[in-house]
Structures are given as structure tokens and as C-alpha cells.
């Protein structure tokens, strides 16, 4: 089956830093690729449609100078965590759809962010 | 916004036993898909059922659709273990986005 990697799977950073985390598709070419941020025991909000060569789409709500997205190529896209506070701290997870029926979405193994 | 609401939102059954989840949703919908999630990893498919199809399975699985209800259950048949995890369904309406429900979290004690 497809494979996504997601790297780091766990970060923990101080306030004020930037992180940045990559989504990469290693099987296949991910034209789109999905953002995902995930508090505990809670499911997973949509941030943002990533879009090689274009820019994201972000969901209602979601700063997009604070997370930014680059989808530079087919198989790479990467969310960067801009000045992070605390209230960053979450779990990020990234998808991407393979083919182009998008009926099927493969996901990263996620990335733990912890801003002290 | 968040369209699926599961439940129930936890679940704790004995190894052998059946597990049911229930999923409902607000708006039209293409397909329905169920996803599984160990904790602290990413999700991983395990079913899709279209909107002009009743029931699926696969495995152990075993999923319903009725779109007159807006609701959709999963069953996983003589539990195992193995199966603790959290458990997603989504829908997708039209775009590529899905949105995911609020997830039952399945304890199969051994």
C-alpha cells in the first residue's frame, strides 16, 4: 500500500521558535495533501489543503502566517510552526489521496509538537 | 466544521465480543469511510462505502449505510486485543475534503 512519512514524529520546542514538519509520499505523487491538527481523545480538524506549486488552501479559522504550508514538489509538503506558543502544542497529522479518485486518504504517523 | 458525531464515544468489551460504532452526519454525502487510529500514530483506512450501497464488509468488518438517517454503524466482529484503537468515520460531500468524526475509542480487554 502507500506509504507517507511524517518527520519529526515528536518535538518539543521553545516558545518563540519555528518548527517545521515534512509529510513526504514515498510510493507515489501527492498533487494534494491535507493538514491535520488533533487535541487529545479529540478527532482531527482540518487546517489546510496543500498544493504543489500553488498555494494552500486554509480552513476558516486557521492563521495561515502562523502555519505555513509548502507543497514544493510531488512528493514533499511542510508545515512550519511559526513563533510557537503553548497553545500550538498539539498533534499534527498529514494525508494525502492517492489516484485521482481521492477516495482513499494515506496518512502520516503524526507529529507530537510540545511548545514550552 | 466538525460533521461526524460517534458514539458512543467509548467502548470496553471483552475479547470475542462484537464491537458496534455509530456514525451520523449532517449533509449529503459521496462516500463514507472508516479509519482506525493506535494512539499517538496516524490514521489508517479500513473501509470505504459508497453512497448507493447498504453494507460492506470486509474481514471482521462490517459496515452500514443509511442515507435516509444520515448514519452509518461499524461492526467488528469476535474482537480481538489487537483492536483497541480509536475509531474515525468521514465524509466526503462533493470535494476532495473529508471530515472526520468525533471517534469512539474501542478497549478490548483480554
Known amino acids: 500500500g502507500a506509504v507517507v512519512s511524517q518527520h519529526p514524529s515528536r518535538v518539543i520546542c521553545k516558545s518563540g521558535t519555528s518548527v517545521k514538519i515534512e509529510c513526504r509520499s514515498l510510493?507515489?505523487?501527492?498533487?494534494?495533501m491535507f493538514w491535520y491538527r488533533q487535541f487529545p481523545k479529540k478527532s482531527l480538524m482540518l487546517m489546510a489543503t496543500?498544493?504543489?506549486?500553488?498555494?494552500?488552501?486554509?480552513e476558516q479559522g486557521v492563521e495561515k502566517d502562523k502555519f505555513l504550508i509548502n507543497h514544493a514538489s510531488l512528493t514533499l509538503s511542510t508545515l512550519t510552526v511559526t513563533s510557537a506558543h503553548p497553545e500550538d502544542s498539539s498533534f499534527y497529522i498529514c494525508?494525502?489521496?492517492?489516484?485521482?479518485?481521492?477516495?482513499?486518504?494515506?496518512f502520516g504517523s503524526g507529529t507530537q509538537l510540545s511548545v514550552l | 466544521s466538525q460533521q461526524g458525531e460517534e458514539d458512543p464515544q467509548a467502548l470496553s468489551i471483552q475479547e470475542g465480543e462484537n464491537a458496534t460504532m455509530n456514525c451520523s452526519y449532517k449533509?449529503?454525502?459521496?462516500?463514507l469511510q472508516w479509519y482506525r487510529q493506535n494512539s499517538g500514530r496516524g490514521l489508517v483506512h479500513l473501509i470505504l462505502?459508497?453512497?448507493?450501497?447498504r453494507e460492506k464488509h470486509s474481514g471482521r468488518l462490517r459496515v452500514t449505510l443509511d442515507t435516509s438517517k444520515k448514519s452509518s454503524s461499524l461492526l467488528i466482529t469476535a474482537s480481538r486485543a489487537a483492536d483497541t484503537a480509536s475509531y474515525f468515520c468521514?465524509?466526503?460531500?462533493?470535494?476532495?475534503?473529508?471530515?472526520f468524526g468525533t471517534g469512539t475509542r474501542l478497549k478490548v480487554l483480554a
Open positions: 494525508s494525502a489521496p492517492r489516484g485521482d479518485s481521492y477516495e482513499k486518504l494515506f
Open positions: 510510493d507515489f505523487q501527492a498533487t494534494t
Open positions: 496543500s498544493n504543489e506549486g500553488s498555494k494552500a488552501t486554509y
Open positions: 449533509t449529503s454525502i459521496n462516500n
Open positions: 462505502i459508497r453512497s448507493n450501497e
Open positions: 468521514a465524509t466526503a460531500s462533493g470535494t476532495y475534503k473529508y471530515i
